[in-house]
């Protein structure tokens, strides 16, 4: 595409394959020509040890975040109970997990995942929720050689600068660019009148890099939009007052905001007061991403709250999900969440990538052998199809996003079945050859150069 030519809005989201409705499954748009693998069944080949494999999973356990934390936590239990319950990694290693509060902040954080290596001699290091933890915590777990599957933690500048060439270093989250894409895409589809925006974001890495590339596409994707108001609170905070009645008081006909967790709870149960969701369209990245029942009946219907949500895919299109939502909820009694379904998919790649190389040498594979295996690997997961690209670690998968409804079946707001969007996300990432920032451009991402440099303008 020329960045400097005019095409039809209609015309630009068909072509990057945008698609409205509940029936569509995700999975058509990967970035990778893998072939899909399987859980192995047959038995492991030559010796396998049965000392237990000890992983580390670092989450947010206390504070605001918790509501996306102990999910995560859930998330990972489930997932090393069901292999536990197999006998254990290759039917003879059961897993061991040692827990750490990702709340400490992120000095405390790096000096955790030091000790768990060097005292508690981890064989494997997961989980991580914040944008602000995983560039710090990346280039350690290179320097240390321990295997790290980042469940989220997904700003760009992981990969893009912090950690450019990862050998021990996976993330299986979506990049964190294609959250802010994706959040103007559903936007700009179904408010195309839009044009006076406000933003309200998380004033960290996350809330930054949201702002910055949903206003890339929204100014693409709409002529014309300009932002009216911005506010920027600190992440934990709990009063939002002043923030909304700024936005208010700029007149916006859409209102963006990336505020996530605990804090999106307080935020639109204080936005209600004010009657904000009355007076302007709302479109976020997370709203929906806290435990589906910390939402009330109360949060309005008709926002867009993207990301994974247990309701889609729906049905015996996609058992995988139908499945794990099932388990999830008679193990906790409670419905799961993107970080739910990130942690408990974490351990199942890392199964797997050992089954592989077991099968390609016998025996319990060194690291650089399961290495090998999670590069290029893609597997059916509850949220889809999952691709991990091997040149920078990075997983994809088709990015979703939908609007709150409130359906009789639940006591919270889901999803309106017929109102999801999917988008391939080959199309909203840059390339695999695309060059990082400071070799060769100054943008702070690559999907940010790739998105000025490459998405014409909609007339």
């Not at 300009?226 to 936005?247: N, R, Y």
Request: glycine share 10%; net charge neutral; proline share 7%.
């Amino acid at each position: 595409m020329d960045k400097t030519s005019t095409v039809n809005r209609r015309n630009f989201l068909s072509t990057l394959g945008v698609a409205v409705g509940g029936t569509g499954l995700v999975g058509a748009g990967l970035v990778g020509g893998s072939q899909l693998v399987r859980a192995a069944t047959a038995p492991a080949k030559g010796k396998i040890p049965d000392t237990p494999f000890k992983t580390g999973h670092m989450t947010f356990l206390t504070g605001p975040a918790a509501v996306l934390g102990e999910p995560s936590m859930k998330g990972h239990i489930l997932a090393a109970e069901e292999i536990n319950a197999q006998g254990g990694l290759l039917g003879k290693r059961k897993i061991e997990t040692i827990t750490a509060d990702e709340a400490a902040g992120t000095d405390a954080n790096v000096k955790e995942l030091r000790r768990m290596k060097l005292s508690e001699k981890i064989d494997m290091f997961t989980g991580v929720i914040s944008s602000g933890n995983s560039p710090a915590l990346g280039p350690v777990a290179e320097e240390l050689g321990v295997l790290t599957i980042f469940t989220d933690g997904c700003t760009d500048f992981l990969f893009d600068v912090a950690d450019p060439n990862p050998k021990y270093v996976f993330r299986i989250t979506n990049i964190q660019s294609a959250d802010g894409i994706t959040a103007a895409i559903g936007a700009s589809q179904a408010w195309p009148n839009v044009r006076k925006i406000a933003h309200i974001h998380p004033d960290y890495s996350y809330g930054r890099n949201a702002a910055e590339h949903f206003t890339l596409a929204i100014e693409r994707l709409i002529p014309g939009t300009k932002v009216v108001s911005e506010a920027w609170p600190k992440l934990g905070t709990t009063d939002f007052t002043a923030h909304i009645t700024k936005a208010l008081s700029s007149k916006p006909d859409l209102l963006y905001t990336s505020v996530w967790g605990g804090d999106y709870v307080a935020f639109y149960k204080q936005a209600l007061r004010y009657g904000l969701f009355d007076k302007m369209k709302v479109a976020t990245t997370l709203a929906f991403g806290v435990v589906p029942h910390a939402i009330g009946k109360d949060h309005p219907e008709g926002v867009l709250a993207g990301n994974y949500h247990f309701t889609y895919p729906a049905g015996n299109r996609w058992p995988e999900n139908v499945t794990f939502v099932q388990k999830y909820y008679k193990r906790w009694k409670e419905y799961p969440n993107f970080q739910s379904e990130g942690a408990y998919v974490a351990l199942y790649m890392l199964k797997t990538a050992i089954e592989r190389a077991n099968k390609l040498a016998g025996g319990w594979p060194e690291d650089e052998a399961i290495i090998s295996q999670l590069e290029g690997l893609g597997m059916d997961t509850p949220s889809g199809y999952l691709y991990i690209r091997p040149d920078n670690h990075q997983g994809y998968k088709d990015a979703i996003t939908g609007f709150s409804k409130n359906l009789p079946e639940y006591p919270f707001p889901v999803w309106d079945p017929d109102r999801i969007i999917t988008i391939p996300i080959r199309n909203i990432t840059a390339p695999a050859n695309w060059t990082k920032p400071g070799k060769g451009h100054n943008e702070s991402t690559a999907a940010a150069n790739w998105i000025k440099t490459t998405w014409p303008k909609v007339g």
